[in-house]
């Protein structure tokens, strides 16, 4: 089965600095990988995803992500990081071969909080 | 924007209450879907629904967890009879037909739980 790990819990950083935030899953043949992200109170909103092609992903906001099958990681990543990018992030796979409708399996969640 | 929502957000029940949790899914979905955020602990897949039947469920899904879509509009989750444990942020979430397993799940704010 798919598992996917977020190894940074949280991660300050100060406003316009760079960021990355990591993920790493399970070995696969093929799949399909998400980040999601969470303001307070709210639900969790697509950023971006990879579903085949191209390995530099771009996504809303400035994000971007890279999916390296070698390593097995799909890290995000943004140049200079905004106070209002404080929130929640999570990463998540789904198993395009598994016959499913395409559950998706997360990691624990990444907390980016950006300080003026 | 279309948007999922459900209620309430914030349900506190006695061990072993029923509870009901409801969601009003985008209007032209057709798949749909119920996660579930213990705290601290990474999202996990319940449940997919399609077509008026359950598509796949985890193993949290046991015997005390049912879904139903009662109209055209709403989906909910029930769980027959609470125990501590299910004390959790849920998450109703769906996808557009045509999308494929790589579609984005939209995903409402979720209900808050509190088992006592």
């Known amino acids: 089965a798919q598992s996917v790990t977020q190894l940074d819990s949280q991660v300050p950083v100060f406003e316009e600095a760079p960021v990355e935030l990591r993920c790493n899953y399970s070995?696969?043949?093929?799949?399909?990988l998400f980040w999601y992200v969470q303001y307070p109170n709210q639900g969790l909103q697509l950023l971006l995803k990879?579903?085949?092609?191209?390995?530099l992903v771009k996504g809303i906001n400035g994000f971007e992500a890279e999916f390296n099958k070698s390593q097995t990681s799909f890290h995000l990543r943004k140049p200079s990081v905004h106070i209002s990018d404080t929130a929640e992030y999570f990463c998540?796979?789904?198993?395009?071969?598994?016959?499913?409708?395409?559950?998706?399996?997360f990691g624990k969640g990444t907390k980016l909080s950006v300080k003026p | 924007e279309p948007e999922v929502t459900q209620t309430p957000s914030h349900q506190v029940t006695q061990m072993g209450q029923e509870v009901i949790l409801r969601c009003v899914p985008i209007?032209?979905?057709?798949?749909f879907y119920w996660y579930r955020q213990i705290l601290g602990q990474k999202v996990e897949f319940l449940v997919s629904f399609y077509n008026n039947e359950i598509s796949e469920k985890s193993e949290i899904f046991d015997d005390q967890f049912s879904v139903e879509r009662p109209d055209g509009s709403n989906f909910t989750l029930k769980i027959r009879s609470t125990k501590l444990e299910d004390s959790a942020m849920y998450f109703c979430?769906?996808?557009?037909?045509?999308?494929?397993?790589?579609?984005?799940?939209?995903f409402g704010p979720g209900t808050r739980l509190t088992v006592t």
């Open positions: 998540a796979v789904s198993d395009p071969d598994g016959g499913s409708q395409g559950n998706l399996i």
């Open positions: 070995s696969s043949v093929s799949v399909y």
């Open positions: 209007s032209n979905h057709l798949y």
């Open positions: 979430a769906s996808r557009a037909p045509g999308t494929g397993e790589g579609g984005e799940q939209y």
């Open positions: 990879y579903l085949s092609g191209s390995t």
